[in-house]
C-alpha cells in the first residue's frame, strides 16, 4: 500500500475539517465488468450531452441506437443492475426499457460487442464471448487494404458506376440489412465505391449465424479480404455508409408497338468473324451485347474497321426492338447482368493503338435470349449470369428504377 502523502499535522487539519485521508485501495474488478462500466459510462456521456435517454429508430445515429439497445440489456441482466447501480448517479438504470423491435436488424453482434457479452441471458460470472484487445486487432489485420493487382479490370466499372450515379440510374441508399451484401453489388464506405468481387463459402460462427471471406475491391486501387459480417459491422457504423442500388428494370416492351408507343431502338446480338486466337477458340460463346436507334444494319457497317467490332466483319444472330425505353440504361443494365463473363480483349487499331473492346461476353446466345424475356417480365432482378454454370441463377434482388 501506498505511503499517505499527508503528515501528521495535515491528517489533524483534515481531521478539523472533517475530511479523511483516503487510504482504501481501489476494488479489484473484472476485465469484463470494466467493460460493462465503460459501457454504461458511454451511455452517461449521451444523457448528459443530450438531456435524454438514447433511442430507438432507423432515423436516429447508429450510435445512438446502441446505446438504447444496450441500456435494455444492462437493465435486464440483474448482475448488470447490480454492478452500476452505485455508479447511477443519473437514475438510468430505473426507467423501463423501451422496445427494441426497431433494431431486429442489426448486426448483434455489432450492437452487443460494445457491451462486452455475446449473449444477454448469460450470468455475469459466465461471460464466455468477450473479444479480447488481441482478437480485436487480429480482425483488424484481416480486414487490412492491400494493393489490388488486377484493378486495370475494375477501374473501369467504378468510373461507370460514377456515370450511372451522376445521370440518375444509379442511386444511394442507407444500408440496412446484410442480405444486401451479394457478388457484384457496389457500396460507399469511408467516402469510397467499394465493389463485392468475390464471395467465399458460407460459414457459421460460434453463435450460429452465417459468414463469409469477401473480396471488396475499393476505388482507389486496393482491396480487402475481409468478412462479410466485418463488412456489414462498417457499413453500419459509417454515417455516410451506403449501398448504391442495381439498375434493374421492371416490365419494359412487349413484342409488338401498341398505339402511342415510340419507337426506342434495338438490342443486337453479334458473333464475330475475327481470327483473333481467343475469339476463334470461343466462336459460339463471343458475342457483342449492345443496344443502337440508327439500326443494326448502319450500326455494323464498316465493322472490320472499328476496334469495338474487334476489327473483324460480324454476324448478326438476334434482334430486339424497343419501345418507350432508355436505351443508355437498358445497355447497361444487359452489361450488368452478364459482367462476370465479360471478354478482357486489346484490340489494335488502326494506327495500332490497343483499344480495349467491353462489350464482349463469353456467353451462350439462348442465355441472352432468356435475359431479355426475364427483362421483360420484370424477373430479371433476382438473377445474375454464373460463368461456372454458364446460366442464369438466383439472387437477392437489390433495387429498381425505371428505364421510361
Not at 13 to 22: A, F, N, Q, R
Not at 194 to 210: C, H, P, S
Not at 292 to 321: H, S, W
Request: glycine share 8%.
Amino acid at each position: 500500500m501506498a505511503k499517505s502523502a499527508f503528515t501528521d499535522e495535515d491528517d489533524a487539519l483534515l481531521g478539523e475539517l472533517g475530511v479523511e485521508d483516503e487510504k482504501k485501495t481501489a476494488p479489484t474488478r473484472t476485465p469484463c465488468e470494466e467493460r460493462i462500466i465503460a459501457g454504461f459510462e458511454d451511455i452517461q456521456r449521451f444523457f448528459e450531452e443530450h438531456d435524454r435517454l438514447p433511442r430507438h429508430g432507423e432515423g436516429r445515429d447508429i450510435f445512438e441506437r446502441m446505446y438504447a439497445v444496450r441500456l435494455d440489456r444492462l437493465r435486464q441482466l440483474e448482475e448488470c443492475r447490480s454492478l452500476l447501480e452505485p455508479l447511477d448517479h443519473q437514475g438510468l438504470l430505473g426507467d423501463q426499457p423501451e422496445t427494441v423491435d426497431a433494431e431486429e436488424d442489426l448486426d448483434d453482434d455489432a450492437l452487443l460487442e460494445q457491451l462486452g457479452v455475446a449473449g444477454v441471458a448469460e450470468p455475469l460470472t459466465e461471460l464466455k464471448h468477450v473479444r479480447p484487445t488481441a482478437e480485436r486487432r487480429a480482425a483488424e489485420e484481416i480486414a487490412r487494404r492491400d494493393t489490388c493487382p488486377d484493378f486495370e479490370k475494375f477501374k473501369p466499372m467504378f468510373e461507370e458506376i460514377q456515370q450511372e450515379l451522376d445521370s440518375g440510374a444509379r442511386e444511394t441508399r442507407p444500408f440496412e440489412l446484410k442480405a444486401e451484401i451479394q457478388p457484384g453489388a457496389f457500396f460507399i464506405l469511408g467516402g469510397q465505391k467499394a465493389y463485392v468481387a468475390e464471395i467465399g463459402e458460407l460459414t457459421l460462427t460460434d453463435q450460429g449465424r452465417t459468414d463469409a471471406r469477401l473480396r471488396v475491391v475499393f476505388d482507389n486501387g486496393t482491396q480487402s479480404n475481409m468478412l462479410m459480417r466485418s463488412l456489414q459491422r462498417a457499413l453500419n457504423k459509417d454515417e455516410a455508409g451506403r449501398r448504391i442500388t442495381e439498375p434493374v428494370a421492371g416490365p419494359l416492351f412487349g413484342g409488338e408497338p401498341i398505339d402511342g408507343d415510340e419507337a426506342s431502338g434495338t438490342i443486337y446480338v453479334l458473333r464475330s468473324k475475327s481470327d483473333h486466337p481467343r475469339v476463334a477458340e470461343n466462336r459460339d460463346l463471343v458475342h457483342k451485347i449492345g443496344v443502337t436507334n440508327i439500326g443494326v444494319k448502319k450500326r455494323i457497317a464498316g465493322a472490320r474497321l472499328q476496334p469495338t467490332f474487334l476489327m473483324a466483319d460480324v454476324e448478326v444472330l438476334a434482334t430486339y426492338e424497343l419501345f418507350n425505353i432508355n436505351r443508355t440504361k437498358l445497355e447497361t443494365l444487359l452489361h450488368r447482368i452478364f459482367q462476370p463473363a465479360q471478354l478482357d480483349i486489346q484490340i489494335p487499331d488502326r494506327f495500332g493503338n490497343k483499344v480495349a473492346a467491353r462489350e464482349w461476353f463469353l456467353v451462350p446466345d439462348f442465355v441472352i435470349d432468356e435475359a431479355v424475356n426475364r427483362i421483360k417480365d420484370g424477373t430479371i432482378s433476382n438473377f445474375i449470369y454464373d460463368p461456372g454454370q454458364a446460366k442464369l441463377v438466383e439472387r437477392q434482388a437489390i433495387g429498381r428504377f425505371s428505364l421510361r
